[in-house]
């Protein structure tokens, strides 16, 4: 079996994926835009590769997390793209959050180079991602699913499987599009108790206890009445996924104004310049417009 897997994008989840799968004994061929964030797996053993085709040279199989639809593009495509460098019947599994137009370009783009690509996106932060308990949405050719299988079992406790990749993009932006809408609701809920001198623990003491409850208000909640916006995801991505999700429903035919509220919320959150905090600072945007500052 070839234990050599290719890895392009080492954002805060890519490397945690990158250095689950060396610890399990992978030999990993590395490429980011930033070379210094790989140096620490490059010191353990990895190899560096000047661009993302040639992580793919010598491996059955390229993971890639990157951030946006334009970086995937960019990493799959062209003279030094993954599918330049993967071997005839090597499988592509990209676990970013994209758009269903572009995995469903991708998927016979490669189909039609006799390559495969899985759109395979994931639910958890980086502690999930370190400890291998990270959901996956898999979409794309039975074939290709086979051979990634090991991996994402390493890397996930569940898995959904989907026919198509556009099928898993679109469910997982459905997914961030709960979360965006919950921090929406969370984040004004606590500036109301807080503007009301309400102390804002007691309502999610009230909540813990009904079946309103969701892990995530809990964590959340505590972290905002912390001020602690260290980034476990951030803002700037939120805005991003929500904003592919609108296009996505735009595309269906499917109305959702909620999100296009969600989204604007988070725009006014990058305009404030909370990008690079946690997506639970867009509570500050709330909190600037109860002072007329937005």
Known sequence: MNRTIGFVGFGLMGTAMATRLMRAGYKLRVHNRTKEKTEALVSRGARWCETPGETARGAAIV???VADPEALARVSRGPNG???GLRKGGVHIDLSTVSPQLTRNLAREY???GRIFLHA???GSTQ???AGRLLIIVGGREKGYRKAKPVLRLMGTKHWRFVKPEEASLVKLLCNFF????ICTLTQAIACTEKALIEPSILLDIIA?????APMYQTKGAKIIERNFTPR???THMLKDLSLFVQAARDLGVPVPLAETARETFRQADLMGLGGEDYSAVIKVIEAKTLNRV
């Open 179 to 182: 979360i965006g809408g919950m």
């Open 63 to 65: 993971c890639s997390m």
């Open 209 to 213: 206890h009904s079946r309103l409850n």
């Open 121 to 123: 996106p994931v639910l």
């Open 82 to 84: 993954i599918l330049s």
């Open 128 to 130: 999930e991602a370190s």
């Open 233 to 235: 995801f951030f803002a």
């Open 111 to 113: 189909t039609r180079a």
